[in-house]
């Protein structure tokens, strides 16, 4: 099959390009990645031009083996959907989950996204806690969520509690909450370890004053996933800079009664007196 055809690389592709057209993804802003199934690595495999293997930076022994498809560094999500074959890359991880080899793609040189290891720890921590069926992790500049790193607490628990009262449908959309990374260095092992360690928990980790990372199981549900975040960032930013403080919002007991009637479990340490 020609690589450009698998529905799994035009689902990456348009994917991509959503992003872009929310704002984003500024310049080469933000990174996706998508764990290929094994019938999908077979479908294109008659397409690949194998490189050499390089350092991942980091161990992933429980992806050993995988195939992923995954944004280049410096690639702006503006062109993706235009050269797909310069912007992307498939790549091979070795039998210890330590090197990577660019299989397709990248066809004017580069490398995958420098945010690598903070993809791939977290596609290995959530595999693990999912039996498998978590596929995506996605890393956007997100306006409104950045905003709010500068006003509000970097704490888990107020980030979660601030945007699901913002949205009745938050707590069904992401239950387990969000956690938040304080500022840090990108690019390297230290970030990656820092998020991986919050989706251990969560499906949406903040990165202060730069953007958010997001977990799921396939493109649809990790895009509507930012999406929702997102949106409820936008909501709080207004509101905050309508008047500081609420008249009413949605109360503890609220969401007691959503959690019930939606069949979601929302953590009691969200769910603090004010
Ligand atoms: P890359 O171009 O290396 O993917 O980096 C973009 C980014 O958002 C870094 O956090
Ligand atoms: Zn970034």
Redesign the pocket.
């Known amino acids: 099959m020609r690589f450009l055809e698998a529905e799994f690389v035009k689902g990456f592709i348009r994917m991509a390009n959503d992003g872009w057209e929310q704002g984003w993804h500024e310049r080469?802003?933000?990174?996706l990645s998508y764990r290929i199934k094994a019938e999908e690595v077979e479908a294109v495999r008659e397409a690949f031009e194998v490189k050499e293997w390089q350092p991942i930076g980091t161990s992933v022994p429980g992806l050993a083996g995988e195939y992923f498809l995954v944004?280049g560094?410096?690639?702006f999500f503006r062109n993706v959907i235009i050269k797909p074959e310069d912007s992307l890359c498939m790549i091979e991880l070795d039998e210890k989950g330590e090197n990577y080899r660019v299989v397709w793609g990248l066809v004017n040189g580069g490398k995958p996204?420098?945010?690598l290891p903070s993809h791939l720890m977290n596609h290995e921590v959530k595999m693990l806690a999912t039996e498998g069926r978590y596929r995506v992790i996605y890393?956007a500049?997100t306006t409104n969520v950045i905003a709010l790193t500068f006003v509000l607490p970097l704490r888990d628990e107020v980030f979660t509690r601030e945007l699901w009262e913002m949205a009745t449908e938050c707590p069904v959309v992401f239950p387990s909450g969000i956690g938040v990374v304080p500022w840090m260095v990108?690019?390297g092992r230290d970030i990656a370890v820092a998020t991986s360690k919050l989706m251990k928990e969560y499906d949406v980790a903040i990165w202060a004053h730069?953007?958010m990372f997001a977990a799921g199981e396939d493109f649809d549900l990790t895009f509507g996933l930012m999406h929702t975040v997102e949106k409820s960032a936008e909501i709080l930013v207004k509101m905050l800079s309508m008047q500081p403080s609420k008249l009413q919002t949605i109360q503890v007991d609220d969401f007691r009664n959503l959690a019930r009637d939606f069949k979601v479990t929302l953590p009691e340490k969200f769910l603090y007196e004010k």
Request: aromatic share 0%; no cysteine; charged share 10%.
């Open positions: 080469n802003g933000g990174n944004t560094s410096g690639k996204t420098s945010e890393h500049h990108p690019g730069h953007g």
